[in-house]
């Protein structure tokens, strides 16, 4: 489905078809997986704002108990790129000691984020973690860190659509873009 804010767009990477063929494959590794465990349910915890698009299809395509929480965190601001630390803005309120987790997050761009939250999360002693991320960018990871579930790999160009913004404008596309470059960090926008 093309959109009015295309226009912003030099081309779009990820079609919106692609994007839901790939969480179905996705739901149905992680239902395996989880019953592999023996797990009868599992806790997404959802980093928002911009996994929560991904975060609520990912849910809806497992196939067994799902709880499900959110933690907030910023870093980018109105910037293309990371320009604080990850900061914590707003904890999970479930608890998750003793149960299986599974963290949703949009992309995975250096690494530093998810890897916080993963050693934030694992203060609370759940019986599983593991990480799901709906991109991950080539050639930008600065931690050691991988996700255990990667919808797309794709290259290192600053995308919007589907959750993800840039100065919280574009996350209602169905589909992944690459931001034209003059659009970037305008100056009306700061």
Partial sequence: MITSLDSDLDHILVTQEEIQKRIAQLGEDITEHYRGLGAEEVTLICITNGAIVFGADILRAIDMYVRLDCVRVS???KEDHPVTEPQIIDQIRLDI???????ID????????LQKI???LGEFNPLSLHTCVLLQKKGRIQTNYQADYTGFHIPNEFVV???LDFAE???NLPHIGVLRPELQNPPEWQ
């Fill in 161 to 163: 659509g589907y959750g």
């Fill in 75 to 77: 870093s980018y601001q």
């Fill in 106 to 113: 949009d992309i995975l761009d250096t690494g530093k984020t």
């Fill in 118 to 120: 993963v050693n934030i």
């Fill in 97 to 103: 000691e003793s149960r299986h987790v599974l963290l």
């Fill in 169 to 171: 404008r574009y996350r």
